[in-house]
């Protein structure tokens, strides 16, 4: 699939643009502070519904703006649809799909598929376990838009039984009205292993399915280095659920919820004590190994780095196996990359249907990909800087 037209308007630095984009590899170039990460996260917003550098919407609405307005035609197999979402500043976001309102903005979800490589990406590695159970759910809910729904539906859940453990803990230590709290409880519990293993099922099946690419795709960028390996961790499942090369049965998720309603039960007296939810998907990680040794704390700079490009290169892989390619994103990573680990990137970029590259100066993408740039520049005075696209188109970087 490829997006033919990117329409923003007041999206961070960009109070208008309307950009025609075609197949094949674009790089947009333009000196540090200009809004060229701008336009991918824009991309990656119309595809997640998130950032890939903000958790809150806020700070994608341009400064001094009410609202913000992302939207763009995505092609797909010859087939063509318009996706439109509206952020706003204290209201409920709204979202459009060929100009028709949706119920709710995640219906856009699938529209558009993006895989996208930046710099944040080291925190995959290095960072906390919240960074790669988003890794997980937002490849599984490309797979399987429906999953945007169970994931909403778990986070609710979760927040009001959290809630719940809290108050019943307290009241349990000061002997007060226990009862119907904990009958509560037992409904919170039914609810949370309802979510929870249709969750879990597709983070299983996802891991069995990225398994084989992952270490395929770390040996085409490191292949001098360890072999790499992911393994899902939770610390309530069986150790066979946890085997990546365990093939999913149709009745996992009726098994995964038995599971977690007996753990649920094991753990209450302990929740209870803690006030917090201590058995479900959101305690779990994904296990990245290098060799025998976990990567997180033992990989050198460069090898986390090889890592976390081998994880978005292996899910590229994975959706592009579903028929259709989808839209590449490297965020300035060019320049980080050794002349091996650049040459294997381009030749994954070399292959797919669209490459949105941005960059500081045309030396840092591969001459090979001979991508069409896109000047990027801004004007203005300080807080006001506005960026736009120069009219002028800079030679080619090949
Ligand atoms: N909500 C906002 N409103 C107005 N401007 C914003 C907003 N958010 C970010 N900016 C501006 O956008 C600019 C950063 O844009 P961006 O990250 O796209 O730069 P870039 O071209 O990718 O730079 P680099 O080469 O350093 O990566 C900054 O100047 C920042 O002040
Ligand atoms: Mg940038």
Same mark, same amino acid.
């Given at each position: 699939? #490829?997006?033919?037209?990117?329409?923003?308007?007041?999206?961070?630095?960009?109070?208008?643009?309307?950009?025609?984009?075609?197949? +094949?590899?674009? @790089?947009?170039?333009?000196?540090?502070?200009?809004? *060229?990460?701008?336009?991918?996260?824009? %991309?990656?917003?119309?595809?997640?519904?998130?950032?890939?550098?903000?958790?809150?919407?806020?700070?994608?609405?341009?400064? =001094?703006?009410?609202?913000?307005?992302?939207?763009?035609?995505?092609?797909?197999?010859?087939?063509?649809?318009?996706?439109?979402?509206?952020?706003? &500043?204290?209201?409920?976001?709204?979202?459009?799909?060929?100009?028709?309102? @949706?119920?709710?903005?995640?219906?856009? $979800? =699938?529209? $558009?598929?993006?895989?996208?490589?930046?710099?944040?990406?080291?925190?995959? %590695?290095?960072?906390?376990?919240?960074?790669?159970?988003?890794?997980?759910?937002?490849?599984?809910?490309?797979?399987?838009?429906?999953?945007?729904? @169970?994931?909403?539906?778990?986070?609710?859940?979760?927040?009001?039984?959290?809630?719940?453990? *809290?108050?019943?803990?307290? &009241?349990?230590?000061?002997?007060?009205?226990?009862?119907?709290?904990?009958?509560? $409880?037992?409904?919170?519990?039914?609810?949370?292993?309802?979510?929870?293993?249709?969750?879990?099922?597709?983070?299983?099946?996802?891991?069995?399915?990225?398994?084989?690419?992952?270490?395929?795709? #770390?040996?085409?960028?490191?292949?001098?280095?360890?072999?790499?390996?992911?393994?899902?961790?939770? +610390?309530?499942?069986?150790?066979?659920?946890?085997?990546?090369?365990?093939?999913?049965?149709?009745?996992?998720?009726?098994?995964?919820?038995?599971?977690?309603?007996?753990?649920?039960?094991?753990?209450?007296?302990?929740?209870?004590?803690?006030?917090?939810?201590?058995?479900?998907?959101?305690?779990?990680?994904?296990?990245?190994?290098?060799?025998?040794?976990?990567? *997180?704390?033992? !990989?050198?700079?460069?090898?986390?780095?090889?890592? !976390?490009?081998?994880?978005?290169?292996?899910?590229?892989?994975?959706?592009?196996?579903?028929?259709?390619?989808? @839209?590449?994103?490297?965020?300035?990573?060019?320049?980080?990359?050794?002349?091996?680990?650049?040459?294997?990137?381009?030749?994954?970029?070399?292959?797919?249907? &669209?490459?949105?590259?941005?960059?500081?100066?045309?030396?840092?993408?591969? !001459?090979?990909?001979?991508?069409?740039?896109?000047?990027?520049?801004? /004007?203005?005075?300080?807080?006001?800087?506005?960026?736009?696209?120069? /009219?002028?188109?800079?030679?080619?970087?090949?």
């Amino acid at each position: 699939m #490829y997006v033919r037209t990117l329409t923003l308007r007041d999206f961070r630095s960009w109070d208008q643009v309307d950009l025609e984009l075609s197949p +094949g590899r674009t @790089v947009f170039l333009g000196a540090n502070g200009n809004g *060229k990460t701008n336009l991918v996260e824009a %991309v990656g917003y119309l595809s997640t519904l998130g950032s890939h550098r903000v958790a809150a919407d806020a700070p994608l609405i341009r400064l =001094g703006a009410q609202r913000s307005r992302l939207g763009a035609t995505v092609v797909n197999s010859g087939r063509e649809l318009r996706i439109d979402v509206e952020l706003n &500043q204290g209201s409920a976001n709204r979202a459009q799909i060929n100009r028709s309102p @949706v119920r709710r903005t995640r219906e856009i $979800l =699938g529209i $558009l598929q993006t895989v996208l490589f930046a710099p944040e990406d080291l925190a995959l %590695v290095r960072g906390d376990p919240s960074e790669r159970r988003r890794f997980l759910d937002e490849l599984c809910t490309a797979r399987l838009p429906r999953l945007a729904g @169970v994931r909403s539906d778990y986070d609710r859940v979760l927040r009001q039984r959290s809630a719940l453990l *809290k108050t019943a803990g307290r &009241q349990a230590r000061s002997r007060s009205g226990q009862a119907t709290e904990l009958s509560t $409880l037992d409904v919170w519990d039914g609810h949370l292993a309802t979510h929870g293993a249709e969750l879990l099922a597709q983070r299983l099946r996802l891991v069995n399915d990225l398994y084989p690419h992952l270490e395929q795709s #770390y040996r085409s960028i490191a292949p001098e280095s360890r072999t790499a390996s992911i393994r899902y961790r939770s +610390g309530y499942l069986p150790p066979e659920f946890l085997d990546p090369a365990r093939p999913p049965e149709a009745q996992d998720v009726e098994v995964l919820e038995a599971i977690m309603l007996r753990e649920l039960s094991e753990a209450r007296p302990k929740e209870l004590e803690r006030g917090v939810c201590l058995v479900g998907p959101h305690r779990d990680d994904l296990e990245l190994m290098l060799g025998s040794a976990p990567a *997180k704390g033992f !990989a050198s700079h460069g090898e986390s780095w090889s890592f !976390a490009l081998a994880l978005r290169l292996s899910a590229f892989e994975l959706l592009r196996g579903m028929g259709t390619d989808p @839209v590449l994103m490297l965020d300035d990573v060019f320049a980080e990359l050794d002349r091996h680990r650049r040459s294997a990137l381009a030749a994954v970029a070399a292959t797919a249907e &669209q490459v949105l590259i941005t960059a500081a100066v045309p030396e840092d993408v591969p !001459a090979e990909l001979e991508a069409t740039p896109l000047r990027v520049e801004t /004007d203005g005075a300080a807080d006001e800087r506005t960026s736009h696209i120069a /009219d002028q188109v800079s030679p080619t970087t090949s």
